[in-house]
């Protein structure tokens, strides 16, 4: 894992400056503390941090063809990099090392774009060739790796992360207002957009080229949608990929929750290991002490989607694999600095608490390895979320099934029933009439789910939990793994994996009961029922949160705020009474976005 920036003045042709490049270069620091490098050349700049994975000695970067012509920084890993490498050896390529990234710049000389049909990896990177006068930058088909861009008068800028941009002269720091009410009404901001007006995220799956005066930008993989693969094909793909994302040269570990998804990851890690007669895997794990209490005085009081404690289950599972396990016990002090911490690294207010325990997790870890497999996606790709959709059909779906909608006009919070409610109340009048909020998410829904070649729906909707809600989660993965100097990959966003069970019938994935039938087949021989059949509990949050969500309170009430732009302020202060006399998991929902969203604007000073 790494950070890359590349600043390229092919309007105006002017020189790009060297310490602009080093500015933006340092703001990724995080994501690559053992190494910086640069490359100028007229008016094309380039930086990289390094994380060293792989070739640790001589894998440096910016990397270049054997003439110099061609260069290139990159992000992430290619996993199928040894077959590369001989294919470029027969083609008479001469390799300056053993870095997995190198196979880059060749295989753009020997296929130009069709070299993104050769990579087997998580990669977002961005090559210059010099002869042609041509920038080429992609992401990988799921999005596991970020890749940010924005257009100044001087022309094109890339880099990992927003605030890498940000730094760059002549970048605007406009807030996107159809971000703004995504993020609030949905939860969720998708590709190409992001908060920031002028900047977009390059969508999954998709390259640009960027020559002389144009820009284009180009989809070169979608899921594709085939019933015919075996459960056998299946498990092995997922074992290859979790193979593959256990080369290197750091330590290697995995995140435990004690279900099936990151318990399967760590099942084929600990067989990968002991079949080389390694050590053991160490895994990972969180548990928050008020929780624990809470669970074994009320083992039958779920909390939201919180239907178990994850902590015994995840000890049990680590036992049963007999893996190196590490338990982090994790309450919440000093959380407002944590929480500060966060949103700068995300570049964006925060989803839910969740990603306050992924940070300290990650943190954690650092202290044992460098590399953590997670079980994010399993959801995703195996349609795990039996609450949004079993027993879904098109007739009463109309909309993206993770976002509640109301169904009535309804007065002033009476009778709100979720976030949406509430914060379709709270939005300025203005500002929601300003792009018709709901007919625009209704448009954009009908586009997208219009898009999948499959007749099944639940297909359908699988293909929206894919492209669009699952990058929000890997982004937290890889945001929050970095801000600890840790990779975290992630063996169920591998393009085969999908490819083979996004087109298999609805029936074969969700049991009678919204189970995932298909992942509890592959596990069978793997992984002990308690595991392989545990209904889905969400990801913990600290259960301990009173005196939180009361200071959250007395932050929101002062007279001058940055939200008050977009949230109207009446309307907020009698939200703010409601919620004192009536707290509702959706209340604390909303409290908590307009905190981390408060706090945003004020990190990026806006």
Same mark, same amino acid.
């Given at each position: 894992?790494?950070?890359?920036?590349?600043?390229?003045? @092919?309007?105006?042709?002017?020189?790009? +400056?060297?310490?602009?490049?080093?500015? +933006?270069? $340092?703001?990724?620091?995080?994501?690559?503390?053992?190494?910086?490098?640069?490359?100028?050349?007229?008016?094309?700049?380039?930086?990289?941090?390094?994380?060293?994975?792989?070739?640790?000695?001589?894998?440096?970067?910016?990397?270049?063809?054997?003439?110099?012509?061609?260069?290139?920084?990159?992000?992430? /890993?290619?996993?199928?990099?040894? $077959?590369?490498?001989?294919?470029?050896?027969?083609?008479?390529?001469?390799?300056?090392?053993?870095?997995?990234?190198?196979?880059?710049?060749?295989?753009?000389?020997?296929?130009?774009?069709?070299?993104?049909?050769?990579?087997?990896?998580?990669?977002?990177?961005?090559?210059?060739? +010099?002869?042609?006068?041509?920038?080429?930058?992609?992401? %990988?088909?799921?999005?596991?790796?970020?890749?940010?861009? !924005?257009?100044?008068?001087?022309?094109?800028?890339?880099?990992?992360?927003?605030?890498?941009?940000?730094?760059?002269?002549?970048?605007?720091?406009?807030?996107?207002?159809?971000? #703004?009410?995504?993020?609030?009404?949905?939860?969720?901001?998708?590709?190409?957009?992001?908060?920031?007006?002028?900047?977009?995220?390059?969508?999954?799956?998709?390259?640009?080229?960027?020559?002389?005066?144009?820009?284009?930008?180009?989809?070169?993989?979608?899921?594709?949608?085939?019933?015919?693969?075996?459960?056998?094909?299946?498990?092995?793909?997922?074992?290859?990929?979790?193979?593959?994302?256990?080369?290197? $040269?750091?330590? #290697?570990?995995?995140?435990?929750?004690?279900?099936?998804?990151?318990?399967?990851?760590?099942?084929?890690?600990? +067989?990968?290991?002991?079949?080389?007669?390694?050590?053991?895997?160490?895994?990972?794990?969180?548990?928050?002490?008020?929780?624990?209490?809470?669970?074994?005085?009320?083992?039958?009081?779920?909390?939201?989607?919180?239907?178990?404690?994850?902590?015994?289950? =995840?000890?049990?599972?680590?036992?049963?694999?007999?893996?190196?396990?590490?338990?982090? !016990?994790?309450?919440?002090?000093?959380?407002? /600095? !944590?929480?500060?911490?966060?949103?700068?690294?995300?570049?964006?207010?925060?989803?839910?608490?969740?990603?306050?325990?992924? @940070?300290?997790?990650?943190?954690?870890?650092?202290?044992?390895?460098?590399?953590?497999?997670?079980?994010?996606?399993? %959801?995703?790709?195996?349609?795990?979320?039996?609450?949004?959709?079993?027993?879904?059909?098109? =007739?009463?779906?109309?909309?993206?099934?993770?976002?509640?909608?109301?169904?009535?006009?309804?007065?002033?919070?009476?009778?709100?029933?979720?976030?949406?409610?509430?914060?379709?109340?709270?939005?300025?009048?203005?500002?929601?009439? @300003?792009?018709?909020?709901?007919?625009?998410?209704?448009?954009?829904?009908?586009?997208?789910?219009?898009?999948?070649?499959?007749?099944?729906?639940?297909?359908?909707?699988?293909?929206?939990?894919?492209?669009?809600?699952?990058?929000?989660?890997?982004?937290?993965?890889?945001?929050?793994?970095?801000?600890?100097?840790?990779?975290?990959?992630?063996?169920?966003?591998?393009?085969?994996?999908?490819?083979?069970?996004?087109?298999?019938?609805? =029936?074969?994935?969700?049991?009678?009961?919204?189970?995932?039938?298909?992942?509890?087949?592959?596990?069978?021989?793997?992984?002990?029922?308690?595991?392989?059949?545990?209904?889905?509990?969400?990801?913990?949050?600290?259960?301990?949160?009173?005196?939180?969500?009361? /200071? #959250?309170?007395?932050?929101?009430?002062?007279?001058?705020?940055?939200?008050?732009?977009?949230?109207?302020?009446?309307?907020?202060?009698?939200?703010?009474?409601?919620?004192?006399?009536?707290?509702?998991?959706?209340?604390?929902?909303?409290?908590?976005?307009? @905190?981390?969203?408060?706090?945003?604007?004020?990190?990026?000073?806006?």
């Amino acid at each position: 894992m790494c950070g890359i920036f590349a600043a390229y003045h @092919y309007r105006s042709r002017l020189r790009v +400056s060297r310490h602009s490049v080093a500015q +933006s270069t $340092e703001l990724l620091r995080h994501r690559g503390p053992d190494g910086f490098g640069y490359h100028l050349d007229a008016h094309l700049g380039l930086g990289h941090a390094r994380l060293a994975i792989i070739d640790r000695e001589a894998g440096n970067q910016p990397i270049f063809s054997e003439d110099k012509t061609c260069v290139a920084v990159v992000n992430g /890993e290619i996993y199928n990099f040894k $077959e590369l490498q001989k294919i470029l050896y027969s083609r008479g390529h001469v390799l300056a090392s053993q870095s997995d990234s190198e196979v880059i710049v060749h295989l753009w000389e020997e296929f130009g774009t069709d070299c993104l049909n050769y990579l087997h990896g998580d990669f977002a990177f961005a090559l210059y060739d +010099s002869d042609k006068q041509v920038l080429f930058a992609a992401r %990988d088909p799921l999005g596991v790796k970020p890749l940010f861009m !924005t257009e100044t008068l001087d022309g094109l800028v890339l880099a990992s992360e927003e605030k890498a941009l940000l730094a760059y002269p002549g970048v605007s720091r406009e807030v996107d207002r159809l971000a #703004v009410q995504d993020y609030f009404l949905a939860g969720l901001v998708a590709a190409p957009r992001t908060f920031f007006s002028q900047i977009k995220s390059l969508s999954p799956g998709h390259f640009l080229l960027c020559a002389e005066s144009s820009l284009q930008v180009t989809q070169y993989w979608n899921i594709p949608f085939r019933d015919t693969a075996s459960n056998e094909e299946i498990r092995k793909a997922i074992q290859e990929a979790v193979e593959q994302r256990m080369q290197s $040269e750091v330590p #290697v570990g995995a995140g435990l929750s004690g279900g099936i998804d990151s318990g399967t990851i760590a099942a084929f890690g600990t +067989s990968y290991l002991k079949a080389k007669d390694a050590q053991r895997l160490s895994t990972f794990s969180l548990r928050y002490e008020s929780n624990t209490a809470h669970f074994k005085a009320k083992p039958n009081l779920a909390i939201g989607n919180m239907l178990s404690d994850d902590a015994e289950f =995840s000890l049990s599972l680590a036992d049963h694999l007999h893996t190196e396990h590490h338990e982090l !016990t994790l309450e919440v002090e000093a959380i407002f /600095e !944590t929480l500060d911490r966060i949103i700068w690294h995300r570049d964006r207010p925060l989803h839910t608490f969740t990603e306050y325990g992924h @940070y300290h997790l990650a943190r954690f870890a650092k202290n044992f390895v460098t590399v953590l497999l997670s079980g994010e996606g399993g %959801d995703e790709v195996f349609s795990g979320y039996y609450y949004w959709l079993w027993r879904r059909t098109e =007739s009463n779906t109309r909309f993206y099934p993770w976002m509640w909608r109301p169904s009535n006009k309804i007065a002033e919070f009476e009778n709100a029933v979720s976030v949406y409610d509430l914060f379709a109340n709270l939005l300025k009048p203005e500002f929601s009439v @300003y792009s018709e909020v709901q007919a625009r998410q209704q448009a954009e829904f009908d586009a997208q789910i219009a898009q999948p070649a499959t007749d099944d729906f639940i297909n359908k909707l699988g293909y929206l939990f894919v492209k669009l809600h699952m990058p929000e989660f890997l982004a937290i993965e890889d945001r929050l793994g970095l801000a600890a100097g840790v990779e975290i990959r992630v063996p169920f966003a591998d393009p085969r994996v999908i490819a083979m069970v996004a087109g298999l019938p609805s =029936s074969r994935k969700i049991g009678p009961h919204g189970e995932k039938l298909l992942l509890q087949q592959l596990t069978q021989k793997l992984l002990p029922d308690e595991i392989r059949l545990r209904k889905k509990s969400a990801f913990p949050i600290p259960l301990n949160l009173d005196s939180f969500y009361c /200071e #959250v309170e007395k932050i929101l009430s002062q007279t001058h705020l940055g939200l008050h732009q977009f949230i109207d302020k009446q309307r907020l202060g009698r939200f703010l009474e409601r919620h004192r006399t009536k707290s509702t998991t959706a209340t604390r929902h909303v409290l908590f976005r307009l @905190y981390t969203f408060e706090r945003w604007l004020t990190l990026s000073s806006l």
